[in-house]
């Protein structure tokens, strides 16, 4: 049973406008959520993060928002730019312990 | 720079040997992780290690071995017994357990 999922493989975006990555979860438990992104052959590397007692936290162009009641969490991009094409992973913690996403491919076009 | 380094990144096994990876940190994190990473699929957690001298099997641990001897190090063995070893290896650290975890680059496992 996958307790976290990126039900889109890919996304496909046109530079400068926004990308929107989403990320479903079923574990209630989980109190903290993560963004890492990955290029090929590279580990990923952290990108933003959201405690369960927010619904928002911004970073420059990213912004992770939480909706508890859907367990539901999206990674907006904005706006995109071609450098941010890569594999992104949503992550959620519970108990010390980080449950990964299978991840989205974005690709973003010049 | 504080960092965590992976060798080799490219190891080839043949059939019935065992290999070990290699990951160091010097980022002064206790805990540290060791991960498997197949096509198409998200990580799954092999090891982890909250201290020197500990550590605890995670999701997919059978076939593999770890030892954390030094807070800088922790080694991942595959042995013999792990019948599906090619996948790609992330060894990740964080200050504490369940603290951010920041990745190393990762070492491509392959079969012969």
């Known amino acids: 049973d996958q307790q976290v999922k990126q039900n889109s493989p890919s996304l496909s975006v046109q530079e400068g406008r926004i990308s929107i990555l989403n990320c479903d979860y079923t574990?209630?438990?989980?109190?903290?959520f993560l963004w890492y992104k990955k290029y090929p052959a590279e580990g990923p590397t952290f990108l933003i993060s959201?405690?369960?007692?927010?619904d928002k936290n911004e970073d420059g162009r990213f912004t992770v928002f939480l909706n508890k009641s859907a367990k539901h969490l999206s990674l907006h991009i904005v706006p995109s730019q071609p450098g941010d094409s890569a594999v992104y992973f949503c992550?959620?913690?519970?108990?010390?312990?980080?449950?990964f996403g299978d991840g989205t491919t974005l690709t973003v076009k010049p | 720079d504080g960092g965590i380094t992976q060798s080799p990144k490219y190891l080839f096994r043949k059939e019935g040997q065992n290999v070990t990876l290699s990951c160091e940190q010097n980022?002064?994190?206790?805990?540290m992780y060791w991960y498997r990473q197949d096509p198409g699929q998200g990580l799954r957690l092999i090891y982890y290690?909250?201290?020197?001298?500990?550590?605890q099997k995670g999701d997919i641990a059978e076939g593999y071995s770890v030892s954390r001897e030094k807070k800088e190090s922790f080694p991942l063995t595959v042995t013999s017994a792990q019948k599906n070893p090619t996948a790609f290896y992330l060894c990740?650290?964080?200050?504490?357990?369940?603290?951010?975890?920041?990745f190393g680059p990762g070492t491509r496992l392959l079969v012969l």
């Open positions: 959201i405690s369960s007692i927010k």
């Open positions: 992550a959620a913690r519970d108990a010390g312990k980080s449950t």
């Open positions: 290690s909250q201290i020197v001298n500990d550590f």
């Open positions: 980022l002064n994190h206790d805990a």
């Open positions: 990740a650290s964080s200050r504490t357990r369940g603290e951010t975890q920041y």
């Open positions: 574990n209630s438990m989980f109190d903290y």
